[in-house]
């Protein structure tokens, strides 16, 4: 049946990618990946059709805007891995979530055209892919440094741009979820409050991507050769504060979670964010010029918050398996070395070694590529 796609078939396909990754057939659930993508191809699912009812129109935009977001669960910015394109995507984002959800029959029957008059209210759907967007772009960027073999005079200037578009985030963010100078604003009561969460996390964890670029010696930053003619520009100073800020964040938020128990299924994104963030903390805490708050026994105790998070949450999920092991080894490693930094920066340092071409390909942890067994037995001529 996979040369006659359906939009069902779609849908029960992307249950299956999920079942797949849950369960380690990394293997599997990529490879299907792409036949959901043809799928969408095939579909026309990427435009418009306003012929179509409101709630039809809305399935069809939801399944693209899926592939989207599943997609970079393999791909984490590598093209080459990508089975579909952004930029290929000419739906509209999804709508509010009360309104695909509404019983209103003037609702259900009313034009898919009439929420877009109404700019101040945005879905938190939408408020996730766009921030996945931008994520996306920031760790293209990266690995686009890391080809670079001379000063790249446009670089301020692109991470100036990158920061303006979490700006302007920040203000749909403030629209749907709120704005809170305290700390996160988790209402448990909620019904999407997983993904106001998540919501919350991922700009944070976006500015965490974005200017650990500065930061010299961490695995993900700049070559040198970028970074050394900025000197003590207004970037490369505010980096190490605005990494700490935001990953501090995240940490007090998975905290605040913690204590609340929530009977709730957490995405995958959030545990990516915890661990990123204490991954952060770690190397932060062993900086010059760190805040006093944050010590290396602090760090660890951080880390060790977001592990037991993930743990938690993510106990039976395989995909989240490469995340626990390389959180717990660098804990381990800060530990026993009495929070010696060159000791413990040395297990990342196996998994960032290379040349730059290496660097550019490198997948993160959590990954789904990543964990697959993916062997080129192309050898086999050899023989």
């Not at 057939?25 to 799928?39: D, P, V």
Request: glycine share 4%; net charge neutral; charged share 20%.
């Amino acid at each position: 049946m996979i040369e006659t796609p359906s939009i069902f078939r779609l849908q029960a396909l992307f249950l299956i990618i999920q079942y797949h990754a849950e369960v380690g057939r990394f293997e599997r659930a990529f490879m299907m990946a792409s036949i959901a993508s043809r799928h969408v191809t095939a579909l026309q699912l990427k435009h418009e059709s306003p012929h179509l009812s409101f709630v039809t129109q809305e399935i069809r935009r939801r399944a693209a805007w899926t592939m989207a977001l599943l997609d970079g669960y393999f791909s984490v910015g590598l093209p080459g891995y990508s089975t579909i394109n952004y930029e290929e995507i000419y739906q509209q984002y999804p709508c509010r979530e009360e309104e695909f959800g509404s019983t209103d029959p003037d609702t259900i029957r009313g034009p898919s055209t009439a929420r877009v008059e109404d700019k101040a209210h945005y879905s938190m759907l939408e408020l996730i892919l766009r921030i996945s967007r931008v994520r996306r772009d920031i760790m293209r960027f990266t690995r686009q440094l890391a080809l670079l073999e001379q000063p790249l005079k446009e670089f301020q200037g692109i991470v100036q741009g990158f920061q303006m578009n979490l700006t302007q985030l920040q203000e749909k963010i403030a629209s749907v979820v709120g704005s809170s100078a305290t700390g996160t604003i988790i209402q448990p009561n909620f019904r999407w409050v997983v993904r106001s969460l998540e919501i919350q996390l991922a700009w944070r964890q976006a500015h965490c991507d974005l200017f650990r670029l500065f930061l010299l010696g961490h695995p993900n930053a700049a070559p040198d050769v970028v970074l050394r003619p900025l000197g003590s520009s207004t970037y490369a100073s505010q980096a190490q504060e605005i990494c700490q800020e935001h990953s501090d964040w995240i940490v007090e938020s998975i905290k605040i979670v913690r204590k609340m128990n929530l009977q709730v299924l957490f995405s995958f994104d959030i545990a990516r964010c915890a661990y990123q963030a204490a991954r952060l903390n770690l190397f932060l805490a062993h900086m010059p010029n760190v805040r006093p708050q944050l010590t290396s026994e602090s760090a660890v105790s951080n880390a060790a918050e977001c592990l037991a998070f993930i743990k938690e949450r993510f106990v039976s999920s395989a995909h989240a398996q490469r995340m626990i092991s390389d959180l717990s080894l660098l804990i381990g490693a800060y530990e026993t070395r009495d929070g010696h930094f060159g000791a413990a920066m040395a297990l990342d340092s196996l998994r960032f070694s290379g040349d730059a071409l290496e660097k550019h390909k490198q997948l993160s942890a959590h990954s789904l590529i990543h964990q697959a067994n993916f062997v080129d037995d192309s050898y086999l001529y050899e023989l």
